[in-house]
């Protein structure tokens, strides 16, 4: 019998590739949108790649044809050069427009925690924009909110504990004293998976099994890579300072204002109850040798993967 297609984007990135690995798991056949189709392809044969053709909607509409579920990944972390929040919420739209017009059934749309069209945040105000043009779409979907989403190949925490193995005095922001509760990003997919066969719409946060906060969250990760160091509670101002500095010396955008305000307002939590498996303490203790050993840039990973390469 025909299997039908799913379509992932950003296959080759990170949340998309779990995704991606959890449907092969299952079965089920994959193909991927995304920025750079000539990406080292980790699947081979299995994933064909196509661009998103964002400024060419009917080649995209037909790249989407033939598709039952649409996963999408697709987001930016922050404005740079050409790229902008605007500009992705504006793809983000052509996107689940040809989704529709393709006949996808159900579009499966990676959100986060606490997105609100009033934040003063782009980053949040976006999220809840992307979530408001999928919900007025008129097809089946699922919204998955997580929180900060842990993995070999994620960048944020792994570059919190590269701080920490580099630097003898690390900052904690404010008090430290608010909350986060990171998710799984094989957990996460397996949730995606799972919502993409459940008839109708959902929305849902993913959320691990443990809270932390912020400085027990550091104190943990120090603690795990053996590293005594000293923690220094500063500003918000002067964290984002300091990270542009950090950010000057990497060539890479390290923190950004978003990320470091979503943090201190308590956004990357939920009240829901968790959904995630696995423990961040066991992954981390997994994980010890690897995690921070080597910094990991953003730039690098979108814009200059092929000089990084
Ligand atoms: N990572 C986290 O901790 C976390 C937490 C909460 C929510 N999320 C949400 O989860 C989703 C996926 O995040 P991720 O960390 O897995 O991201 P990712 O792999 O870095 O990117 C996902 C997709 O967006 C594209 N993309 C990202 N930045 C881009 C840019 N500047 N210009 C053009 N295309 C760009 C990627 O292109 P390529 O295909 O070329 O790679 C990929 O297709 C996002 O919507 C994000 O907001 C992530």
Redesign the pocket.
């Known amino acids: 019998m025909h299997k039908l297609m799913n379509i992932v984007?950003?296959s080759?990135?990170?949340?998309?590739k779990y995704i991606t690995n959890e449907l092969l798991a299952q079965g089920r056949e994959v193909k991927t949108v995304?920025?750079?189709p000539d990406?080292p392809n980790p699947f081979g044969e299995k994933v064909q790649a196509a661009h998103y053709n964002f400024n060419n909607p009917e080649k995209l509409t037909a790249t989407l044809e033939g598709c039952e579920t649409l996963f999408n990944?697709?987001?930016?972390?922050f404005n740079?050069r050409q790229?902008s929040f605007d500009q992705a919420l504006s793809n983000t739209k052509i996107l689940f427009n040809c989704a529709r017009d393709a006949g996808v059934k159900k579009i499966v749309h990676?959100?986060?925690t606490n997105p609100s069209e009033e934040d003063d945040l782009p980053y949040y105000r976006g999220?809840a924009m992307q979530e408001k043009a999928l919900r007025e779409l008129g097809l089946d979907y699922a919204i998955l909110r997580?929180?900060?989403?842990f993995g070999r190949e994620?960048?944020?925490v792994n570059n919190i504990a590269w701080t920490i193995r580099k630097f003898p005095l690390v900052p904690i922001f404010g008090s430290g004293e608010y909350q986060v509760q990171p998710v799984f990003v094989a957990d996460l997919a397996s949730l995606a998976v799972v919502l993409s066969q459940t008839p109708g719409s959902q929305t849902s946060d993913a959320i691990g099994p443990e809270t932390f906060t912020y400085e027990e969250f550091l104190h943990l990760i120090a603690r795990e890579i053996n590293r005594k160091v000293h923690f220094m509670n500063i500003s918000s101002s002067l964290g984002i300072l300091l990270g542009k500095l950090i950010g000057w010396v990497v060539k890479d955008v390290v923190l950004t204002k978003d990320e470091l305000q979503g943090l201190m307002r308590n956004k990357l939590t939920s009240t829901q109850e968790p959904n995630g498996k696995t423990l961040f303490s066991s992954w981390l203790r997994d994980n010890k040798q690897h995690i921070g050993s080597e910094y990991t840039s953003e730039l690098n990973?979108?814009f200059y993967w092929q000089r990084a390469a």
């Open positions: 984007t950003g080759f990135g990170y949340i998309g995304t920025t750079h990406k990944t697709y987001w930016v972390r740079y790229w990676i959100s986060v999220k997580p929180t900060l989403v994620d960048i944020l990973r979108h």
